[in-house]
């Protein structure tokens, strides 16, 4: 489906084949096509500025891998950059099985949808509703509050009829009578959830948009989510926009604070079975912040699925055995830096502050000083004794700060570090200067065991000898 974005990259990359250092010249090069690419897949300039900018910082000067070449590793980075503009730092907070929406509410849960007429509302109600249902196990309540094209309403019930949930039944044609009667309705039929399906108009105005601000103080939603067409370029960053300033200002000031009166929640995007670019996702999730919870991924009522970064980022590069391979090879590149630093001191260098950073890393990465504590052998007896999570990584933390506010001539040579010097890390790192010189006590110790260890002295450091 997006074959677009990776043709490009994949000619752009082609050429960075075969080199063997990520020059500023190299990414650059590959970055104009990117842009290139991402431009004629219709992402909004704003995201595309970002995307890439965000690329050219961590790819320009990267150590090349052993065992794949520049293009392969500029990709890996595209690829997780677009993951991260995608939403992917969410992950592991949000609940993808529950596709992220977070229903906890004095029921019946509110879900508002919104969006331009044709967007796939009406339909999305639909799929949503048999997804909560069948995947959710939820009891689910549909109602239409579109008045205005007599065949609205019943085209939900007529999807109602197919998941099996019960609709709302009125020939109202006042809209906040509907919201009224659908509310005391989904309650009384003790629903878990509430769709409220809205009108749209083929264009943004703010009759409607004052209508569906209406409708959502009245409802007090948990998500009110941004239905809109995933083929469409440029026009859906002003739409997204469109809709969520539009629910988001008019409340400033009033009941901001309160659930469900600070914009959209998030986004579907419909028609992602088509042709459609991808552009249209990095954009819309670019220019609200909010997250993309569904895809729509054709007319049918199980064409839906919940929405995955890394899924939709691997489409658009096309990707995917290489984001793989670079994965591997950089679990590979970690392990052999334990080995270097074995030998390193085996060979009787010192360590410096550069080893002693890329411990703290691999520290934090095996789950920081409670999760090393879980793997060591026999800590079972101790561990009753120590409250692990006293042991706080945020002291961790600290300690590589001020390992980073060090010049690189400190980092690797200790004894540099004069009061002065010292006085200076501390004002970067934002900590005292006792903080500095625990740390330089610290790497002192750290020699010392190490000098230890080599004489054999490892039975007298464990107090045998
Ligand atoms: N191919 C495709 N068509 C869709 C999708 N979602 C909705 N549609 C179609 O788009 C048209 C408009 O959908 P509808 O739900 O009535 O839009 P609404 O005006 O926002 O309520 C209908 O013909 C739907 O079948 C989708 O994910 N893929
Ligand atoms: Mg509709």
Request: charged residues 25%; positive net charge; hydrophobic residues 45%.
């Amino acid at each position: 489906m997006f074959e677009f974005i990776s043709e490009k990259l994949g000619k752009a990359f082609g050429a960075l084949g075969g080199k063997a250092l990520l020059t500023e010249a190299d990414v650059d090069a590959a970055l104009r096509e990117l842009r290139v690419g991402l431009l004629e897949a219709d992402v909004a300039l704003p995201a595309i500025k970002h995307l890439v900018g965000l690329v050219r910082e961590r790819a320009v000067g990267e150590a090349v891998l052993k065992g794949v070449n520049p293009g392969q590793q500029v990709v890996k980075i595209v690829y997780d950059a677009m993951v991260e503009l995608l939403g992917g730092q969410e992950r592991g907070t949000r609940n993808e099985e529950r596709g992220g929406l977070d229903l906890r509410a004095v029921p019946p849960a509110v879900i508002l949808m919104a969006g331009l007429q044709g967007g796939g509302k009406t339909t999305t109600a639909g799929k949503l509703a048999k997804w909560l249902k069948e995947t959710q196990g939820k009891s689910v309540y549909l109602a239409s509050l579109d008045v205005y094209r007599p065949a609205a309403i019943e085209q939900l019930s007529v999807l109602a009829g197919k998941v099996g949930v019960e609709v709302l039944e009125s020939d109202s044609t006042d809209v906040m009578a509907r919201a009224k009667a659908a509310l005391a309705a989904a309650k009384k039929a003790s629903a878990d959830v509430l769709i409220l399906d809205t009108a749209g108009r083929l264009t943004l105005d703010d009759e409607m948009m004052a209508e569906l601000v209406k409708v959502r103080d009245l409802a007090k939603p948990v998500a009110t989510l941004l239905v809109a067409d995933g083929q469409t370029g440029q026009v859906a960053v002003e739409v997204a926009k469109g809709f969520h300033e539009a629910l988001g200002r008019k409340e400033r000031g009033t009941r901001n604070e309160e659930r469900g009166s600070g914009g959209l929640t998030g986004l579907v995007l419909t028609r992602m079975d088509g042709d459609a670019r991808g552009g249209a996702a990095l954009s819309m999730r670019f220019v609200t912040g909010v997250p993309i919870y569904f895809l729509g991924l054709g007319e049918g009522i199980a064409a839906f699925e919940v929405f995955r970064p890394e899924s939709l980022a691997g489409r658009i590069l096309g990707q995917g055995d290489v984001v793989s391979l670079v994965e591997k090879v950089q679990a590979a590149a970690k392990e052999e830096d334990a080995q270097a630093m074995e030998k390193k001191l085996l060979s009787g260098q010192k360590l410096d502050f550069n080893d002693m950073k890329k411990q703290f890393v691999m520290m934090k990465k095996m789950g920081g000083m409670a999760g090393m504590l879980e793997m060591l052998p026999g800590m079972g007896a101790i561990k009753s004794k120590i409250d692990a999570s006293k042991l706080d990584d945020k002291v961790m933390l600290r300690q590589v700060a001020v390992i980073d506010s060090m010049t690189k001539a400190e980092r690797r040579n200790p004894l540099l570090l004069n009061a002065r010097r010292r006085m200076r890390i501390a004002k970067g790192a934002g900590v005292t200067v006792q903080d500095v010189n625990k740390l330089v006590k610290m790497q002192e110790q750290m020699n010392k065991v190490a000098k230890m260890m080599r004489s054999g002295g490892l039975a007298q450091l464990i107090g045998r000898k």
